[in-house]
């Protein structure tokens, strides 16, 4: 049972280069999550998927599109990254009911 | 703006010394409150959460955390730090005006124990 599983770990990109980040979780929630961590700000939510086939946006989503491919997996894309979207995410799901939140191991991303 | 505020950013404290870390919540109405902690280079992990009854919850490795509604607060404490607790303690709010779909997280704080 391996939880929230994000991929990659870490990643170096240039600005203005594109890529995905992938989550997937083996819990069978409804509920997935992607949040960015930045010092002295905490965990901030960028965008939220409460069903498969439902996304709605969080705190600070511009910059990011979100795709809930099945309710496994969940990914967020940076179409042009900007250094600005340099920062530690996490991608979380949560039980019905949101009684707990569980996070993935998270993903360093440094835009250059 | 509803908000989590966590006023303490930093703490240094001795092993053995007694623990409190200040959370407050403006959100009305009924709330679900959690206590994370993120170990140094780790994901972040649920120490302890309150959604009814007693208010004074017991988590995990000797964490406790009291909720007291008239001053919307959820703060942490533990008798007797040890070095182990040195991470960064993260207080989140799961609200009814979000349809409890979203867990809003403080700013963190992060706790050095020194041995």
């Known amino acids: 049972n391996a939880g929230v599983t994000q991929t990659p770990k870490f990643q170096v990109l240039k600005t203005g280069q594109s890529m995905t980040l992938q989550c997937a979780q083996d819990m069978n929630h409804n509920s997935m999550y992607w949040y960015r961590q930045d010092p002295g700000m905490g965990l901030r939510l960028i965008y939220y998927s409460a069903s498969e086939g439902t996304t709605d946006k969080g705190e600070v989503p511009n910059g990011y599109n979100v795709s809930r491919l099945n309710k496994r997996e969940f990914s967020l894309r940076l179409e042009s990254a900007a250094p600005s979207q340099t920062s530690v995410y996490f991608c979380?799901?949560?039980?019905?009911?949101?009684?707990?939140?569980?996070f993935g191991q998270g993903t360093r991303l440094t835009v250059v | 703006a509803q908000s989590v505020s966590q006023h303490n950013h930093h703490v240094i404290l001795s092993e053995a010394a007694s623990l409190e870390l200040g959370c407050n919540y403006s959100y009305g109405g009924t709330v679900n409150l959690f206590w994370y902690v993120q170990y140094p280079g780790q994901h972040l992990q649920l120490l302890l959460k309150?959604?009814?009854?007693?208010?004074l919850v017991k988590g995990i490795k000797g964490f406790e955390a009291e909720f007291i509604k008239s001053k919307f607060s959820f703060n942490l404490r533990k008798p007797s730090v040890q070095w182990s607790d040195t991470a960064e303690y993260f207080c989140a709010v799961n609200a009814p005006n979000t349809g409890f779909q979203k867990l809003v997280f403080g700013t963190g704080t992060r706790l050095l124990v020194s041995p």
């Open positions: 979380a799901s949560s039980s019905p009911g949101f009684t707990e939140a569980f």
């Open positions: 309150y959604f009814s009854g007693d208010p």
